[in-house]
């Protein structure tokens, strides 16, 4: 019987249909420093972005035939190495787009509500101050009219747009490479309509966009240093659930504490799981820990996804 780990869970529904198939599915999660040992008594290990699977553990498990990251980031994974070596490496990229999407709002609508503020004021400050609070809380702005710029136009970045027009805002996108501007957007009722971003050079986002929000893989720097910090609309706020190290996160602080930058919205960190206390401590940052993707829907989309993608590799070997 093929014997697979899903080191980092995997969806019920996911899990059952890898049963159906035949497949033994171990849910325990295995110490990192274990899995050397461990793992050599499974065909294939499925992760999330926590465990990760590098060329030591690789050569450590010689009975490894599938990696499967249920989830769009293989940087936790040693994807070419472990192609050498004939495993099979599987990610699930489309299966989590709108729960980022929607993530997005959430921490975009929240920081220009201050509700970050508010919930960590309001339990030490409330009672008798509530309507201090109330007063210095109160100067939100609204999203409608202002403008969007979307770094990374892919699977996640068009979703985040749709929202975006939908709520309506004016959306500048920049991408690498070339893309489609057009999208349609689904209505209630079912209704579809055709709309379109701007297409934009990183720099015309950095230097009018009213809030950007990074929708790329981290590559080998910053996207977001000092210096383009510094070129940003005075008092622009910035999100980032994609890759920690896309902002550079000390530049940042001194951008927030200067005022050029608003707020960030950060759900991504340079030193994950344990972001530095800069970061953790600010008041100006929106913090949630690596939950884009952490939804129902979407995490059904992945199990399924992903059991079908095992069920294909063990078929045909
Ligand atoms: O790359 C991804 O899919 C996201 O970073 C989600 O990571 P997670 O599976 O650990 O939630």
């Given at each position: 019987?093929?014997?697979?780990?899903?080191?980092?869970?995997?969806?019920?529904?996911?899990?059952?249909?890898?049963?159906?198939?035949?497949?033994?599915?171990?849910?325990?999660?295995?110490?990192?420093?274990?899995?050397?040992?461990?793992?050599?008594?499974?065909?294939?290990?499925?992760?999330?972005?926590?465990?990760?699977?590098?060329?030591?553990?690789?050569?450590?498990?010689?009975?490894?035939?599938?990696?499967?990251?249920?989830?769009?980031?293989?940087?936790?994974?040693?994807?070419?190495?472990?192609?050498?070596?004939?495993?099979?490496?599987?990610?699930?990229?489309?299966?989590?787009?709108?729960?980022?999407?929607?993530?997005?709002?959430?921490?975009?609508?929240?920081?220009?509500?201050?509700?970050?503020?508010?919930?960590?004021?309001?339990?030490?400050?409330?009672?008798?101050?509530?309507?201090?609070?109330?007063?210095?809380?109160?100067?939100?702005?609204?999203l409608r009219g202002k403008t969007l710029g979307?770094?990374?136009?892919?699977?996640?970045?068009?979703?985040?747009a749709?929202?975006a027009i939908?709520v309506g805002m004016d959306v500048l996108?920049?991408?690498?490479?070339?893309?489609?501007?057009?999208?349609?957007?689904?209505?209630?009722?079912?209704?579809?309509?055709?709309?379109?971003v701007k297409?934009s050079?990183?720099?015309?986002?950095?230097?009018t966009a009213d809030f950007?929000?990074?929708?790329?893989?981290?590559?080998?720097?910053?996207?977001?240093?000092?210096?383009?910090?510094?070129?940003?609309?005075?008092?622009?706020?910035?999100?980032?659930?994609?890759?920690?190290?896309?902002?550079?996160?000390?530049?940042?602080?001194?951008?927030?504490?200067?005022?050029?930058?608003?707020?960030?919205?950060?759900?991504?960190?340079?030193?994950?799981?344990?972001?530095?206390?800069?970061?953790?401590?600010?008041?100006?940052?929106?913090?949630?820990?690596?939950?884009?993707?952490?939804?129902?829907?979407?995490?059904?989309?992945?199990?399924?996804?992903?059991?079908?993608?095992?069920?294909?590799?063990?078929?045909?070997?």
């Open positions: 019987m093929i014997k697979i780990l899903a080191n980092d869970g995997i969806d019920p529904i996911g899990k059952k249909m890898l049963e159906d198939a035949g497949f033994f599915v171990d849910t325990n999660n295995i110490p990192q420093d274990e899995l050397p040992e461990k793992l050599k008594n499974y065909d294939a290990i499925t992760v999330r972005s926590a465990t990760k699977v590098r060329k030591a553990l690789i050569d450590a498990t010689p009975n490894l035939k599938l990696i499967g990251r249920g989830g769009v980031g293989v940087d936790n994974i040693d994807v070419d190495y472990a192609k050498e070596k004939g495993i099979g490496v599987y990610n699930t990229p489309a299966s989590s787009s709108l729960s980022v999407a929607e993530l997005v709002f959430a921490s975009l609508f929240g920081a220009v509500r201050f509700l970050p503020d508010s919930n960590r004021k309001m339990p030490v400050d409330g009672g008798t101050k509530f309507n201090d609070l109330k007063k210095a809380y109160a100067k939100g702005v609204e979307i770094v990374g136009f892919g699977r996640i970045g068009r979703e985040v749709k929202i939908g996108a920049y991408d690498l490479f070339d893309f489609n501007p057009e999208l349609d957007l689904v209505l209630g009722g079912g209704t579809t309509v055709k709309v379109a297409k050079t990183l720099d015309e986002i950095i230097t950007i929000t990074l929708h790329t893989p981290f590559i080998d720097k910053a996207l977001f240093g000092a210096e383009e910090l510094a070129k940003t609309k005075k008092g622009v706020g910035l999100v980032n659930i994609s890759r920690g190290g896309l902002i550079d996160e000390l530049a940042l602080v001194d951008a927030l504490n200067s005022g050029q930058v608003s707020f960030a919205a950060l759900d991504v960190f340079d030193n994950e799981p344990t972001p530095r206390a800069e970061i953790l401590t600010h008041p100006k940052i929106s913090l949630t820990p690596h939950i884009g993707a952490a939804t129902n829907e979407a995490q059904e989309r992945i199990g399924v996804e992903l059991a079908s993608l095992i069920i294909e590799h063990f078929k045909k070997a």
